[in-house]
Nanobody
Framework: VQLQASGGGLAQPGGSLRLSCAASEHIFSVGFLGWFRQAPGKEREFAAAIDRSGTKKSYSDSVADRFTISSDRDKKTVYLEMDRLKPEDTAVYYC???????????WGKGTLVTVSS
């Protein structure tokens, strides 16, 4: 398994969750890592991405002020800290990696995030 996402689950509106994505050494080094999400009945959309140095980050407008992407080079893991969650954040979240921005060359299995009271 080259990308393994975890951390999904049920959260209440206004709550927080942290997703993790463990990557193989090769995948972590390709250049960029990111998170996409697909809500029920909708197309998959970009959420956040980070370069392998951890210095360049990008967010979609819908999550920019609530989500934080980070990475740990020693653990070959990328994280998505999701705060102030909203019901519309409910989606399957996918970890991805690639050599160009945004990263879409390699995909992991998704992890479901449900935001509901």
């Amino acid at each position: 398994v080259q990308l393994q996402a975890s951390g999904g689950g049920l959260a209440q509106p206004g709550g927080s969750l942290r997703l993790s994505c463990a990557a193989s050494e090769h995948i972590f080094s390709v250049g960029f890592l990111g998170w996409f999400r697909q809500a029920p009945g909708k197309e998959r959309e970009f959420a956040a991405a980070i370069d392998r140095s951890g210095t360049k980050k990008s967010y979609s407008d819908s999550v920019a002020d609530r989500f934080t992407i980070s990475s740990d080079r020693d653990k070959k893991t990328v994280y998505l800290e999701m705060d102030r969650l909203k019901p519309e954040d409910t989606a399957v979240y996918y970890c991805a990696a690639g050599s160009v921005w945004p990263p879409e060359d390699y995909w992991g299995k998704g992890t479901l995030v449900t935001v509901s009271s």
